[in-house]
């Protein structure tokens, strides 16, 4: 087998002989932060999420739907900080799914608002993504996934047929009067 990046390249057959547990999910997520306030105005303040717990002033909880935490912050080993440079290795970023394209719509909405800056924002067929950083420069996706029905018919030797492709920012955004027409004539998603 040819030499990758040192490390053989192997099949995908080969690399999974026994597949995970289909319910396994990626839980939660805590980022070393160098200001904790200015990670909870960002992470509760602009994309609204809720602070469960906090420890002091070196570490918060912060969840979606009450949940205990999807996301902790803290300053344990970083405390004023800075962000890795770049070329370095780390977390690339981190993927926080909405459940609706209304909800990624609205978190569109409030970004613009706080005047959060997009570094992307990408239509993947299987998705919808925007693309991000948060005040310590560590990496978001903010995404909703479409029905599996819809997304795309895979290539040969694929599983799923992703794609990257432009997101139209402009539909997206149509979708907050669509569904507050919806939710005044008392329609559903």
Request: net charge negative; aromatic share 8%; with cysteine.
């Given at each position: 087998?040819?030499?990758?990046?040192?490390?053989?390249?192997?099949?995908?057959?080969?690399?999974?002989?026994?597949?995970?547990?289909?319910?396994?999910?990626?839980?939660?997520?805590?980022?070393?932060?160098?200001?904790?306030?200015?990670?909870?105005?960002?992470?509760?303040?602009?994309?609204?999420?809720?602070?469960?717990?906090?420890?002091g002033?070196?570490?918060?909880?912060?969840?979606?739907?009450?949940y205990?935490?999807?996301?902790?912050?803290?300053?344990?080993?970083?405390?004023?900080?800075?962000?890795?440079?770049?070329?370095?290795?780390?977390?690339?970023?981190?993927?926080?799914?909405?459940?609706?394209?209304?909800?990624?719509?609205?978190?569109?909405?409030?970004?613009?608002?706080?005047?959060?800056?997009?570094?992307?924002?990408?239509?993947?067929?299987?998705?919808?993504?925007?693309?991000?950083?948060?005040?310590?420069?560590?990496?978001?996706e903010?995404?909703?996934?479409?029905?599996?029905?819809?997304?795309?018919?895979?290539?040969?030797?694929?599983?799923?047929?992703?794609f990257?492709?432009?997101?139209?920012?402009?539909?997206?955004?149509?979708?907050?009067?669509?569904?507050?027409?919806?939710?005044?004539?008392?329609?559903e998603?």
């Amino acid at each position: 087998m040819a030499e990758q990046g040192g490390a053989e390249a192997v099949a995908a057959s080969e690399l999974t002989p026994r597949p995970i547990d289909p319910g396994v999910e990626i839980g939660h997520v805590h980022l070393k932060v160098a200001d904790l306030e200015r990670s909870l105005g960002f992470y509760c303040g602009v994309l609204g999420f809720e602070l469960m717990a906090r420890y002091g002033a070196e570490a918060a909880f912060v969840s979606a739907g009450g949940y205990h935490h999807h996301i902790g912050l803290n300053t344990w080993q970083s405390k004023g900080g800075s962000p890795p440079p770049f070329g370095t290795t780390g977390l690339f970023h981190v993927a926080i799914r909405y459940p609706t394209r209304p909800s990624l719509a609205d978190a569109l909405r409030r970004l613009a608002e706080a005047r959060v800056p997009l570094e992307g924002a990408s239509d993947h067929g299987v998705s919808e993504a925007l693309y991000l950083s948060d005040p310590d420069e560590n990496g978001l996706e903010l995404y909703w996934d479409r029905p599996r029905e819809a997304w795309p018919q895979p290539g040969p030797g694929d599983k799923v047929g992703m794609f990257t492709r432009p997101l139209d920012l402009e539909s997206l955004l149509a979708e907050l009067k669509a569904d507050s027409v919806g939710a005044e004539s008392g329609e559903e998603d």
